[in-house]
């Protein structure tokens, strides 16, 4: 039996992009809290705050991509 592919009408994939947005807002608000637990100690690693800078940046990277992908839907 072949099967019909579904089509999202945009209000759905606006909310499944939001779904996406808030997953990733998640991601944004834990870097921040291993970034004041890095520099929680009495000898920050830097290498270790590097990485996170690095993984916040990828973060916002992501937010920007679904907000603009969000914004082509509207």
Known sequence: MPTTPTV???EEKINIVNQHIRNVEF???NAD???IEANAV??????VIAE?????A?????LAALNAEKA???
Do not use: E, G, M, V
Request: aromatic share 4%.
């Open 8 to 10: 999202l009408t945009d």
């Open 27 to 29: 991601a944004s608000y």
């Open 33 to 35: 809290l291993d970034l």
């Open 42 to 47: 009495s000898s920050p690693d830097a290498d």
């Open 52 to 56: 996170i800078n690095t993984r916040k």
């Open 58 to 62: 990828a973060i916002d990277a992501k």
């Open 72 to 74: 082509s839907l509207q």
